[in-house]
């Protein structure tokens, strides 16, 4: 019994509406996330609901990736701009999350071949180049997380989630008169199948706000 009490007393701790935020106030942050860097808006509803904004300028990622000889290159940013809704546990520090995120991905592809085979094609000199981007434009977000209040404006803020983008979609073309669109096709098949089978991306934000 003793020890169902000490459990008891520390969840009632962590879901302590000490650190809980009126109807009606508003914080406003800034931090950092798998989508780049962020400026989040949050508007308190209740001590268990608010609607959070975020705008993210973009996460650079760059990979190389090597297929049939052929060296390729990825180069962008994933950003977007997102809207949650918070449902605070008891009304505690504790929030599960969920909402659309409007995407704004911008990965190149690039190869430089060099009197190499490709597609069909035998003894290829040239460039190939692309983009890729999320499958769902508009993609699904769940994340949960925990907020504490440093003061009684300032807040920390983490959250750990999935974004459900079904997948990245593989487009190029080329300028080499030898080559179809049918040769990068065949070409790119394995690369293209790779891609679209990344149909979950990590959403992890951490942000400092202040209320008002």
């Not at 914080?27 to 860097?37: A, Q």
């Not at 969920?98 to 995407?103: A, D, F, Q, R, V």
Request: one cysteine or more; aromatic letters at 8%; a neutral charge.
């Amino acid at each position: 019994m003793k020890f169902k009490f000490i459990i008891s007393a520390v969840l009632a701790g962590l879901c302590s509406i000490a650190n809980a935020q009126e109807p009606g106030d508003m914080d406003v942050g800034l931090g950092f996330s798998s989508l780049g860097p962020a400026l989040q808006g949050r508007y308190v509803f209740s001590e268990n609901i608010a609607i959070r904004g975020i705008v993210s300028t973009g996460l650079s990622r760059s990979m190389n990736q090597t297929e049939d000889g052929i060296d390729y290159n990825f180069k962008g940013n994933i950003g977007g701009v997102a809207i949650l809704g918070d449902y605070h546990i008891m009304g505690g520090n504790f929030l599960v999350s969920g909402g659309l995120l409007s995407s704004r991905v911008g990965i190149d592809l690039s190869a430089n071949l060099a009197n190499q085979d490709f597609g069909d094609q035998i003894g290829v000199t040239g460039k190939v180049s692309g983009k890729a981007e999320f499958k769902n434009k508009t993609s699904p977000l769940v994340s949960v997380g925990y907020k504490r209040n440093l003061t009684d404006s300032f807040i920390i803020r983490g959250d750990l989630g999935a974004i459900m983008t079904g997948g990245f979609v593989l487009s190029a073309s080329t300028d080499i008169a030898q080559v179809t669109q049918a040769d990068i096709d065949k070409e790119l098949a394995k690369t293209r199948d790779d891609l679209s089978k990344l149909t979950v991306y990590p959403f992890i934000s951490i942000t400092a706000s202040y209320t008002f």
